[in-house]
């Protein structure tokens, strides 16, 4: 099981928080500038990190946030209109128009300041049909419209989430919900932020009984899937949750832990550009996150399984109760 010393993590940023700085918008233009010339002049992207100083890593986490609202803006327009056109990926999986010009505009957008970046996004995917593996090299993670079916029902539980990942491991996200007018953001080592507040995980939440707990039940609707959801959901319930919850966005879910309105998330399905911004968030935020069958470290992205919590104590309080494969059918006698 993954695991953390909370204490210590909150210690390091506190320290790191003192170096963290914020650019303005002309000197971020520079700085980004400054960034490609260092990346270009490495060769090998992979080693691209070690290049990087702390204006590069504050230049590419205001980018990211830039890029979030600009998504939010758009996602927002739309929200208000009377109705979205949409098509359907599969019975439960709904793409619109505006998931489709979301990544269209941030895509150009990354490619027009960072070229050499490697993008992975929701809708591109889909054309392909197959998930590109996370390499070493910079990589921009998107998911356009997380929440699509709250998007298209005007239900105000939808965002945008973007993720900048280095060396294979996460340093800058930020997700918006334009709708509620929040900005949730983290770089490495500096903290999580709503609205350019920092914000922490629940305190002193170590026990099931204590906790609201969120989670999704996916767009599958395989009879052994749905199952194995409401198996979970029912031992999550029996095991004396304080509460259950779904947002219909797993984005929005690791936001919410990371912010306090939710103690813990799980969730088996979803992809890398549904939780690698909410991810990095969770653990700036002094949280921490795991995947309840490969123990490793950092929490893998593409494993499509995420369980997050406010403390190593309440992890391991709900792992034991959340099975990973369907539960077997008891046989009938006669």
């Not at 993008?119 to 070493?136: A, H, Q, W």
């Not at 996200?173 to 080592?189: D, I, Y």
């Not at 034991?320 to 006669?334: D, K, N, V």
Request: glycine share 6%.
């Amino acid at each position: 099981m993954a695991s953390l010393d909370t204490r210590g993590r909150k210690a390091k940023r506190q320290k790191d928080s003192q170096t963290c700085r914020r650019p303005d918008a002309q000197a971020d233009s520079l700085a980004r500038r400054r960034v490609l010339s260092r990346m270009n002049s490495v060769g090998d992207s992979a080693r691209a990190e070690e290049t990087l100083d702390e204006n590069d890593l504050d230049a590419m986490h205001q980018f990211c946030e830039s890029l979030a609202q600009e998504a939010g803006a758009l996602i927002l327009a739309a929200f208000r209109k009377s109705d979205a056109t949409y098509e359907q990926k599969s019975r439960t999986d709904p793409v619109t128009e505006t998931d489709l010009l979301v990544e269209r505009v941030i895509k150009a957008r990354i490619h027009d300041a960072y070229p050499s970046h490697v993008f992975i996004g929701e809708e591109s995917v889909s054309e392909s049909g197959e998930v590109p593996p996370l390499t070493l090299a910079p990589t921009w993670i998107l998911d356009p419209i997380d929440g699509t079916c709250n998007f298209v029902h005007r239900i105000p539980m939808c965002c945008c989430s973007i993720a900048l990942a280095i060396g294979g491991e996460l340093v800058v996200g930020a997700v918006c919900n334009p709708v509620s007018g929040e900005l949730f953001s983290a770089r490495r080592g500096c903290g999580a932020f709503l609205n350019k507040q920092r914000i922490a995980v629940s305190s002193g939440v170590r026990a099931l009984d204590q906790a609201a707990v969120a989670t999704e039940f996916g767009s599958s609707r395989d009879a052994a899937k749905v199952d194995l959801m409401l198996h979970n959901a029912r031992r999550v319930l029996v095991e004396h949750a304080q509460a259950l919850r779904s947002t219909g966005s797993a984005a929005l879910n690791l936001c919410y832990v990371a912010c306090g309105r939710f103690d813990a998330y799980y969730e088996w399905g979803p992809y890398i550009w549904d939780v690698a911004a909410g991810a990095l968030l969770v653990t700036e935020a002094g949280g921490v996150l795991a995947d309840p069958e490969r123990h490793t470290e950092p929490f893998d992205m593409t494993s499509r399984r995420i369980v997050a919590a406010a403390s190593p104590q309440l992890l391991s309080a709900l792992l034991p109760t959340l099975g990973t494969r369907e539960p077997a059918t008891p046989s009938s006698s006669c």
